[in-house]
């Protein structure tokens, strides 16, 4: 923008799902005055560590600020030129099959949509895939089985009127603190009961009224025992399953066959019964339950079934889109749901219709799309798996760096190496997937100077509105993929001038033949004026056309997205572990987040008070387990697993469970070479999302 606002900017924060709204001031002499928006309602004021130190990551330091071809600085007209070709070239030659785009749950709705609209549509390729598929891919295959539909049923609100919140796989003390925050103050304000279900002792368990510290990959087994108690203690809603559900008898005969009596399952669950009986009890006899979960349950090689056993039983009691009550599954990243939104998965087409024959005719005709995909691409570890076969010959990589945060780093990286066309869209000028020298890479605006949309967990519609010039020749994404849809004979369908304009498309797209008939509808937003897309207030979906706006909730009367509108329960299959540790590799390695760093740390590492927190990277073990294994805490430890090796400082934890390890996922070889845990990750994915288990790769450790 040219005329930068004098006044603070309303703007939300680019990290987690939650989606806190900031107010930002640029500085006179760089950087920016950060406070968080009071009148944002994801937050009310508040901000983390990481949100209000977002002033003190703005430097251009290592910022990439040019187009490059190989190491030569290039005009944007010869890169967007030569990207163009090479898709182009590679489509000629060996079809759509050979291309492929990856995403991130960074990019903005308006990004995403553009290069979900180019690709799946216009060169014929499913193959886009995006970082959510590591993050929230189960919960949407969870959510479609179940619901018809991957549809959020719940608010935030329903977190502060919850008499029993039910933490899943989730250290939201650390992953989502401002929400965390407005959960604790419910608690000290209703006496809010918090039950947290995690191997490991984590900030949110030392909240907690009862913290289950379950064997990791039991979970499933421990809500089947639940359904079964509730079951048998008469403490189902009839009512509710007989008019709005199916399926129930089939999932409590699988439930009954995989955790039968109360001692069944602690004992499935390494639990003492007592403490499973005091969970049974509590969920049974409370009736506003929220049962909050993330990537414990995500990231597994069972992750949709574990998904599928928290919402059987919701469903069975009636607990769902009723205030204080339903599952809630807290996104990772800041637009990991607007992704969602817009197809930016490879089994997704857009505004969140699958691959469905109707739907494919539906989204050609809207777009008038001349090569319209017809059937699902490449989840993210086959996409990189075929890279590295050779089949997959041009890729272009946007706002994400596979070559650390992918399972089997090392892999993929060598694999980015094999590629014929290889294109980076990047804010910074070196990381990993940078070092497997990409062909050509492309300068993109950050945080601050970036203008569009992203969706919040609660699916709530907030502007990120630019403050600073965009600098050097940095350029939205949206706007490099529409220059690339141009040059590849599509500059008609592609001739957006503004963010608010691709937003529309998108908004109209949504509600296209949509009576009602699909969750995602934000038809309300297609007529907003530059001005309105300018000044939109965070909005919840769904937004139908014409629709009075009285509820935000989904399913309290049913209504689901099914064939027959009932919800599916689901018979789980059987818990058989991807993975089972033996005498080579004897621990299982669970990979997660540290409270002030983000992803690979390429914003986050540039402020010093987060980086103060938790300076190196390391492992954590349990005391006797480090003892037995030779290893001294605060010394150095090296974790080997069959796909890789690092180097880690010892944290002997007394919360960490016997037999596992717990390494944190943000360093790499750009800010400490020995400790890029990606590499060490194995590639078990769930049969149904395709999600990576990021948390029980089987590993040894020693002393170095
Ligand atoms: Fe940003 Fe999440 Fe912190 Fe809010 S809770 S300030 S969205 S990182």
Redesign the pocket.
């Known amino acids: 923008p040219s005329d930068l606002p004098k006044a603070p900017t309303r703007t939300t924060?680019p990290?987690?799902g939650?989606?806190?709204g900031v107010l930002a001031q640029p500085g006179p002499a760089g950087g920016a005055t950060i406070a968080g928006d009071t009148e944002h309602p994801s937050?009310f004021g508040r901000?983390?560590s990481?949100?209000s130190a977002l002033g003190e990551t703005l430097s251009l330091d290592g910022r990439l600020l040019h187009p490059e071809i190989g190491a030569q600085r290039v005009s944007w007209d010869a890169a967007l030129d030569a990207t163009a070709e090479g898709f182009r070239r590679t489509l000629e030659a060996h079809g759509p099959e050979a291309i492929a785009i990856y995403l991130s749950g960074q990019l903005l709705t308006e990004d995403y949509y553009a290069a979900n609209k180019l690709f799946k549509g216009f060169l014929g390729s499913a193959n886009v895939d995006t970082n959510s598929r590591l993050c929230m891919s189960s919960s949407v295959a969870g959510h479609k089985r179940a619901f018809g539909a991957d549809t959020v049923p719940g608010t935030y609100r329903d977190l502060e009127t919850a008499d029993l919140l039910v933490f899943v796989g989730s250290n939201a003390a650390w992953c989502?603190?401002?929400?965390y925050q407005r959960m604790l103050a419910a608690k000290a304000a209703r006496g809010t009961k918090i039950v947290v279900i995690d191997p490991r002792g984590t900030a949110t368990a030392e909240e907690a009224d009862l913290h289950l510290p379950l064997a990791g990959g039991s979970d499933t087994a421990l809500f089947c025992g639940l359904l079964v108690h509730l079951a048998d203690e008469g403490r189902l809603d009839q009512a509710y399953v007989a008019a709005h559900t199916q399926g129930f008898d089939a999932a409590l005969a699988r439930a009954r066959e995989i955790a039968p009596t109360l001692a069944a399952t602690a004992a499935a669950c390494d639990l003492p019964p007592a403490d499973v009986a005091a969970f049974f009890e509590l969920f049974a006899t409370t009736e506003r339950v929220v049962t909050l979960y993330s990537q414990g349950v995500n990231q597994a090689a069972q992750g949709t079934d574990k998904v599928g056993a928290i919402l059987n039983c919701h469903l069975a009691t009636g607990r769902i889109g009723r205030e204080g009550m339903g599952p809630f599954s807290l996104t990772g990243q800041p637009n990991a749901m607007g992704g969602r939104e817009v197809g930016g998965l490879a089994n997704q087409l857009a505004a969140h219709m699958g691959f469905e024959p109707a739907s494919i005719d539906r989204v050609r005709r809207f777009w008038d799309a001349p090569r319209m995909a017809e059937a699902e691409g490449l989840k993210a570890v086959d996409m990189f798996d075929a890279v590295a076969r050779g089949e997959i010959k041009a890729l272009w990589v946007m706002g994400t760096n596979p070559a650390v945060s992918m399972p089997r780093a090392d892999a993929v990286r060598a694999a980015l190496k094999r590629l014929d066309h290889f294109v980076v869209s990047e804010n910074v000028a070196s990381n990993d997937t940078l070092g497997a020298a990409p062909h050509i890479r492309l300068p993109a605006a950050a945080w601050g100077e970036k203008d569009g949309t992203v969706t919040n967990s609660e699916r709530r519609i907030s502007r990120q509105r630019p403050f600073l010039a965009p600098p050097g020749q940095t350029r939205p994404d949206w706007w490099a993929v529409a220059q690339v849809a141009k040059r590849l004979g599509f500059g008609e369908a592609f001739g957006w001038r503004t963010p608010g304009e691709v937003f529309r498309e998108h908004a109209a797209l949504s509600a296209f033949e949509n009576e009602g008939t699909r969750d995602f509808d934000i038809g309300a937003l297609a007529e907003l004026d530059a001005r309105d897309y300018d000044q939109l207030k965070p909005i919840q979906w769904p937004a139908r056309q014409g629709a009075a706006r009285t509820e935000t909730r989904f399913f309290a009367n049913g209504g689901f997205y099914t064939a027959t509108g009932r919800a599916n329960f689901v018979a789980v299959a059987p818990i058989t572990p991807a993975a089972t540790p033996d005498y080579r590799f004897p621990f299982r390695l669970n990979t997660g987040r540290i409270r002030d760093q983000w992803h690979t740390m390429t914003r986050t590492g540039k402020s010093q008070r987060l980086s103060s927190h938790l300076v190196e990277p390391f492992v954590e073990i349990h005391p006797e387990d480090a003892a037995s294994e030779g290893l001294k805490d605060g010394g150095f430890a090296r974790v080997t697993t069959a796909h890789g090796h690092v180097v880690l400082r010892v944290r002997a934890e007394p919360g960490q469970r016997r037999g596992s390890l717990f390494a944190p996922i943000h360093w790499n070889d750009e800010t400490a070479s020995h400790g890029r845990v990606g590499a060490l990750v194995h590639a078990a994915v769930d049969p149904f999302s395709g999600q990576p288990d990021a948390k029980a790769t089987p590993a040894a450790v020693a002393p170095l």
Request: hydrophobic residues 25%; proline residues 7%; charged residues 5%.
């Open positions: 924060c990290y987690c939650v989606g806190c937050n901000l983390c990481k949100g989502h603190p401002v929400l």
